[in-house]
């Protein structure tokens, strides 16, 4: 198992050099951006945009997982097709040759022949990664591959990565936007039950240098499977265990429940959660771009819930931070069907977990792997309860969401 987690964070770290690459130069990233068309967009947006830096990525991890795992390439699925088109109105498919040169001639056609941009990219595309993380040492389980399959987002929130700034301060150390939202999630589930078990989350914009001002990476990563629960984080603090609030006793105040919880949401929430949310949490609530930079401000304990009501986050954005989540003893819920368990005087002993093995029934093209019934992130098992129901009686008394 730590011979595929280890993978997982080279094919991460790859994709993060990739990323930083693409920005590096205007003109060429200027060349990268190509609108999404129809059932590819993401309605949450009015303008939403596939860039050549997310299908190399994605090509590139599943690439290299299949090089290390043959077979495995077959199980990775993600946000993009390979197929892109350039502005002659030539579709090409894009993958990665079995050279470094050969690549850079696929690029190029891409690239309007553009001879220099396509050779930087494709140096990044073959680079070799050198990365070592102690902390795998501790990793034993083994679970069998061909019950394995691969959700990749290969750049979450590309809107920010295209237009992000890098100057943005964090608010109590939640981004609300800029560069320091993109991720990339890698997540590995059970085909059989759809479980989430392995999930990689890689910043590569997390820090720039004052002085050569270059961006560096930082990464996350979890793994739950059969009883064992092993995160990156139980070895960056200083006794081997995360300080969190799932460690402490319930205040008192949680029976009242005003502010001690700190959640963060979307700006494009309902009106009537950002209400519930703002009750609960008042001055707690926060907002963030990127699914995968929210839950990962749940999974640093920057706030203790993540909620969206809406369907527009997708099986890619959730799969990796619900493992880490699960490693950490908490998860990722159905909201809806927790919403709907309430209503109906039901606890939450039963959990209605989002599973990543099936497609919703009847929809087209992305839609198939919404998270239709919206998510609840959270990190205590202990605190879930206190919260959902302070939320949904506040929500509740605006008889709007059902």
Request: proline letters at 3%; aromatic letters at 8%; one cysteine or more.
């Amino acid at each position: 198992m730590s011979e595929i987690l280890l993978e997982l964070l080279r094919a991460s770290e790859k994709a993060a050099c990739i990323a930083r690459a693409c920005r590096q130069e205007e003109a060429l990233f200027q060349l990268l951006i190509e609108e999404k068309k129809d059932d590819e967009k993401n309605k949450k947006f009015l303008t939403d945009f596939k860039t050549l830096a997310d299908v190399l990525v994605q090509e590139v991890i599943k690439h290299d997982l299949g090089k290390k795992f043959p077979g495995l390439e077959k199980n990775v699925r993600g946000e993009e097709t390979n197929e892109f088109t350039n502005e002659l109105g030539e579709k090409i498919i894009v993958n990665v040759c079995p050279t470094e040169e050969e690549t850079a001639s696929l690029l190029q056609k891409v690239l309007d022949n553009n001879q220099a941009a396509a050779k930087s990219l494709a140096r990044a595309v073959h680079q070799e990664v050198s990365l070592t993380d102690v902390a795998l040492d501790a990793v034993i389980v083994s679970v069998p591959l061909d019950n394995i399959a691969v959700w990749v987002d290969p750049i979450d929130s590309t809107y920010q990565y295209i237009k992000g700034s890098g100057d943005i301060q964090p608010e109590k150390g939640i981004y609300p936007k800029g560069l320091q939202c993109v991720t990339v999630l890698i997540g590995v589930f059970l085909l059989d039950t759809g479980h989430p078990v392995m999930g990689v989350i890689n910043q590569p914009f997390a820090i720039k240098d004052p002085l050569t001002l270059r961006w560096k990476g930082q990464w996350y990563w979890g793994l739950s499977y059969m009883g064992s629960n092993i995160c990156s984080l139980q070895f960056s603090a200083g006794d081997g265990k995360p300080d969190s609030k799932a460690d402490r006793d319930l205040p008192q105040s949680t029976v009242s429940g005003k502010n001690f919880y700190a959640a963060v949401t979307s700006s494009a929430e309902t009106k009537d959660v950002l209400g519930a949310l703002s009750m609960v949490c008042g001055e707690n609530l926060h907002f963030a771009a990127g699914a995968g930079y929210k839950c990962l401000c749940v999974i640093q304990d920057l706030v203790d819930f993540y909620v969206f009501s809406e369907d527009t986050t997708f099986k890619w954005d959730s799969c990796a931070p619900h493992a880490i989540l699960k490693s950490l003893g908490g998860g990722m819920l159905d909201l809806s069907e927790c919403i709907k368990s309430a209503n109906q005087n039901r606890k939450l002993c039963v959990r209605p977990h989002l599973l990543y093995n099936s497609e919703v029934h009847g929809a087209k093209g992305a839609d198939r792997w919404a998270n239709k019934g919206g998510l609840v992130a959270y990190r205590s098992e202990q605190h879930l309860e206190w919260f959902m129901d302070l939320f949904i009686k506040n929500l509740s008394s605006s008889n709007k969401l059902h």
